[in-house]
């Protein structure tokens, strides 16, 4: 039940952590829209269950998250924007192998159901990347980059 705003990101990290996708995909509206962290973007409650169906399965089967922050700003007419900061260990990596601790931020814009209940119409979730301001295209993908000069340098030529 997610009788407040916050109780969607609450259960979206239960969820995660019970590798339940069932459980998170019922967090949101059928329709809901989803976000992931390099851009896919899911259109209903079956392609945002589907997915993480997938995720728990072979990238994050026994992870854990650990909400650090979370922010509820409520608006007019039942609609509450809700941010989460995030940590995550225990990601495998394509060789098998446990990949090293990572941060984000994912948003949720939820709304008052009829029943009382808060339920998701979208999220979004984003890799937090320390030191960096924006991602640079090249020739290889995109890398993150800062625009700050590095300690010690000034930024004059």
Known sequence: ??????????????????ADPVALA???????????????????????????DYGFRHMFPDTEMVLEKVKVRELP??????????????????????????????????????DGRWLAVSAQNTDIIPGMQTHVATDQGLKPESYEAPAGRSGTA
């Open 26 to 52: 019922e967090l949101f509206v059928e329709d809901a829209d989803f976000v992931n962290v390099v851009g896919m973007w899911w259109n209903n409650r079956r392609q945002i269950q589907f997915n993480h």
């Open 77 to 114: 007419g039942g609609v509450a924007v809700v941010h989460g900061r995030w940590s995550m260990t225990g990601q495998i990596t394509p060789t098998g192998e446990r990949s090293g601790p990572r941060r984000g931020v994912i948003s949720f814009t939820v709304v008052r159901q009829g």
């Open 1 to 18: 039940m997610t009788p407040s705003p916050r109780d969607v990101a609450d259960g979206f990290a239960s969820a995660w952590n019970a």
